[in-house]
């Protein structure tokens, strides 16, 4: 089973940016589409951008135009460029197939974003 380690979050003042990285133990070819996934205090975890193999993109509407996702298939690995990052953005921030592999869940990566 894979398993994801997410990596690159911090604290960071509203307007700012951030790059996640997610490394897979095996390959992201297994699913057509990967995704980033993330669950703010007391809500339910949500993604916020998949990418299939093909390259293609979809984004949350809350994200949408300010966070950009990417893969790197010869390292196992999938990015999140998140930019102009507001409070609402907080959260801890993991990756995974989509649909989620429940088996997969890393431990995720804290991105606070306060001033």
């Known amino acids: 089973q894979v398993q994801f380690v997410e990596s690159g979050g911090g604290l960071v003042q509203p307007g700012g940016s951030l790059r996640l990285s997610c490394a897979a133990s095996g390959s992201l070819l297994y699913f057509p589409t990967t995704g980033w996934y993330r669950r703010a205090p007391g809500e339910k975890r949500e993604m916020v951008a998949g990418?299939?193999?093909?390259?293609?993109?979809t984004y949350a509407d809350s994200v949408r135009g300010r966070f950009t996702i990417s893969r790197d298939d010869a390292k196992n690995t999938v990015y999140l460029q998140m930019n102009s990052l507001k409070p609402e953005d907080t959260a801890v921030y993991y990756c995974?197939?989509?649909?989620?592999?429940?088996?997969?869940w890393g431990q995720g990566t804290q991105v606070t974003v306060a001033s």
């Open positions: 990418i299939t193999t093909g390259r293609s993109t």
């Open positions: 995974n197939y989509v649909p989620a592999d429940s088996g997969s």
